[in-house]
């Protein structure tokens, strides 16, 4: 799927008094900074716009210092050029570290925006930077309490810098607020996805998930080593050991005060709403999130696509996964009925972000996928997809499978239900109008061969199917109250999600932008 975007990553590493860890470059705690570019590789998926690190020094005049940048990982840290890079790291050297990569679905694409947000503070505690991952449902409420009270402003329109500035008002007083009390107060304020990296200049550190865990987010600690990030697969290559690599529960936060760490909850969890789009597009397939892994979810999606698969099958048949996060339910699927998986279109790996004047999403797609005649030609092709959201690659892909690679008969099968409605906690699913399933379903209906005989000409293809609802659960091997099936389902975990999709259920017919900001 080429259409579709997460908010960010977020990751932490904290070398804690003791013995110098085997991990430590250079044998020197002080140096344990130079891991947060490495992890945020791991997560680059997450997010390509932004990406940046604050350090903690205690000997350094700028106690915590923040280095970030529009860009990859790569281009932001200078991975390519090794003096620049070096010297960087030496730069900002540091015995913990917090880093972000972000894409955005509010907030403008500068350099402003990216994370991690520094105050700065003559008090200590009172000095801070935070990386975040998610989506605040009930931004707008908050956005507008700030702006009522007197001499308050928001330079920018987003909810990070909202929740500066409801951590700042935590953080007031003459008072030294304790960190698991900040993170109750702020719990009691937030609807919608947060999970948190937090760095003080008294080199306090706090990795929250929220009450909800509906954003994945892992741990692991080695002696005195501790590092935090949004996947398994991150700490995992670091080189921490599987069994030492936890996820954080949902209302708990690591904290690390005087040089101790201990696991505390900060708020009740009354229920999980893990996003089921973590295990079937977004995340690694290498990572493990919430004690089940994404590569054997995407695996049991194509058994369950194979099991309700009536197409008559025929030497001529053969099923092409559309790269990359496809490609495991595809040959699954192909595995169970006994048909070729083969690679019938190949992705530009390195076209990477891309600011060509004048291109859309068609061109992108088109520069994105180049389809096999060699492969395609003459077959009936079973094309694989995770899920279709706005149809425009889609319909791109499908066009150049028959008029480029020659297919004699294009049929798509998605591993996901259809995307009825709009997600409210960070994934790039801004308004119901834009997207595709809800022109010929609503949440609730059942879909039947009529609707998916519509669909499929509608993008151009010989037939359609979607997996059924149910499907996901049993996939991902949680029982569906646990997961976040909202933008399948319209049955949101939050107030402030359900009062948002109302409004767009409301909005007039043909109004452009959100219900619920930028």
């Not at 972000?102 to 000095?127: L, M, S, V």
């Not at 080189?239 to 936060?253: C, L, S, T, W, Y």
């Not at 595995?335 to 076209?351: A, D, H, Q, W």
């Amino acid at each position: 799927m080429a259409d579709l975007f997460h908010e960010c990553g977020i990751a932490a590493i904290y070398h804690l008094p003791g013995d110098v860890h085997p991990l430590a470059p250079k044998k020197d705690p002080s140096q344990i900074s130079r891991h947060i570019p490495r992890l945020l590789l791991e997560i680059q998926n997450r997010g390509q716009l932004a990406a940046g690190m604050t350090v903690y020094h205690p000997e350094h005049a700028q106690l915590i210092d923040t280095y970030k940048n529009v860009g990859t990982v790569t281009e932001v840290f200078h991975l390519n050029h090794q003096k620049e890079a070096t010297a960087l790291m030496d730069k900002y050297a540091g015995v913990a570290a917090i880093g972000h990569v972000r894409y955005a679905t509010c907030g403008a694409d500068d350099r402003g925006n990216a994370q991690p947000f520094e105050r700065h503070h003559i008090e200590k505690h009172k000095w801070f930077s935070f990386g975040f991952n998610g989506q605040l449902a009930n931004y707008p409420q908050l956005k507008e309490e700030i702006l009522s009270q007197r001499n308050f402003h928001l330079a920018r329109d987003t909810d990070t810098e909202v929740l500066m500035h409801l951590i700042c008002q935590q953080l007031s007083g003459d008072r030294l607020p304790k960190l698991i009390d900040v993170l109750t107060h702020l719990s009691e304020r937030l609807d919608g996805a947060w999970n948190m990296v937090f760095l003080n200049a008294l080199g306090e550190m706090a990795v929250a998930r929220d009450p909800l865990g509906i954003r994945p987010l892992c741990y692991a600690v080695d002696g005195n080593l501790f590092a935090a990030a949004s996947e398994s697969v991150a700490l995992a290559n670091l080189g921490f050991r599987q069994e030492d690599i936890k996820n954080v529960p949902p209302g708990h936060a690591v904290l690390i005060q005087n040089g101790k760490l201990e696991l505390r909850q900060f708020a009740p969890s009354t229920r999980r709403a893990h996003c089921f789009f973590e295990w079937i597009y977004f995340a690694n397939v290498a990572s493990t999130l919430d004690e089940r892994s994404v590569y054997l979810t995407r695996k049991r999606l194509g058994e369950e696509l194979a099991r309700q698969e009536t197409l008559e099958i025929d030497e001529d048949t053969i099923v092409v996964p559309v790269p990359d996060t496809a490609k495991a339910a595809a040959d699954s699927m192909a595995f169970t009925l006994k048909i070729p998986s083969v690679e019938g279109l190949m992705r530009n790996r390195y076209m990477g972000r891309t600011f060509i004047e004048g291109t859309n999403r068609e061109d992108k797609a088109r520069m994105k996928y180049t389809p096999l005649p060699e492969v395609l030609g003459g077959k009936k092709v079973i094309l694989v997809e995770d899920t279709i959201v706005r149809s425009t690659t889609m319909k791109v892909l499908i066009s150049q499978l028959r008029d480029r690679g020659r297919a004699k008969e294009v049929h798509v099968r998605v591993a996901c239900p259809p995307i009825l409605a709009p997600c409210f906690y960070g994934i790039d699913m801004s308004t119901i109008s834009q997207l595709f399933a809800p022109k010929f379903l609503k949440p609730g209906e059942k879909m039947t061969p009529e609707i998916e005989t519509s669909m499929a000409r509608m993008i151009h293809a010989d037939s359609l199917k979607y997996l059924s609802f149910d499907s996901i659960a049993r996939s991902v091997g949680l029982h569906g109250d646990e997961l976040c099936q909202a933008c399948l389902n319209a049955d949101y975990p939050t107030s402030a999600g359900s009062q948002l999709y109302q409004l767009e259920v409301n909005r007039t017919p043909g109004e452009s932008g959100r219900a619920y900001g930028s």
